[in-house]
Nanobody, 122 residues
Framework: QVQLVESGGGLVQAGGSLRLSCAAS????????MGWFRQGPGKERDFVAAINWSGEDTVYADFVKGRFVISVDRAKSTVYLQMNTLKPEDTAVYYC???????????????WGQGTQVTVSS
C-alpha cells in the first residue's frame, strides 16, 4: 500500500500563488508516476498535472499550462504543485494520486490522498 498526504491548500486572492505538497509513504517503489487532480463544486474530477518518479517527464492539462508546475523530490518522496496566477475558477479540492503509468486519466491511478481545499477569491 501507498499512503499519500497532501498539504498546502488555503485561501488566496486571484493572481496569487500556492504550493501544494504530497508526501508518499509505504510501498513507494510501486510508484511510477504521481499526479494532481481537482474537483470543483458540482463538477467532475479533472486531471491537472502528472510527473514520473524520476522527474524527467511531465504532463499538464491545457488550462494550467504556463501557470502550474509539477515537480518531485525523490529524497523526500514528495511531489509538489506550484500554482501561480491563480483564478477563481481554480477553486477546488486538489487530490494527489500515484500509479504505475504517466497518464492523464484518473482510472489508472491506484492510490489517492484525502484532498486539500484551494479557494481563490476574486
Amino acid at each position: 500500500q501507498v499512503q499519500l498526504v497532501e498539504s498546502g491548500g488555503g485561501l488566496v486572492q486571484a493572481g496569487g500563488s500556492l504550493r501544494l505538497s504530497c508526501a508518499a509513504s509505504g510501498r513507494t517503489f510501486d510508484i511510477y508516476a504521481m499526479g494532481w487532480f481537482r474537483q470543483g463544486p458540482g463538477k467532475e474530477r479533472d486531471f491537472v498535472a502528472a510527473i514520473n518518479w524520476s522527474g524527467e517527464d511531465t504532463v499538464y492539462a491545457d488550462f494550467v499550462k504556463g501557470r502550474f508546475v509539477i515537480s518531485v523530490d525523490r529524497a523526500k518522496s514528495t511531489v509538489y504543485l506550484q500554482m501561480n496566477t491563480l483564478k477563481p475558477e481554480d477553486t477546488a479540492v486538489y487530490y494527489c494520486a500515484a500509479g504505475p503509468a504517466l497518464v492523464n486519466y484518473a482510472s489508472l491511478f491506484n492510490y489517492w490522498g484525502q484532498g486539500t481545499q484551494v479557494t481563490v477569491s476574486s
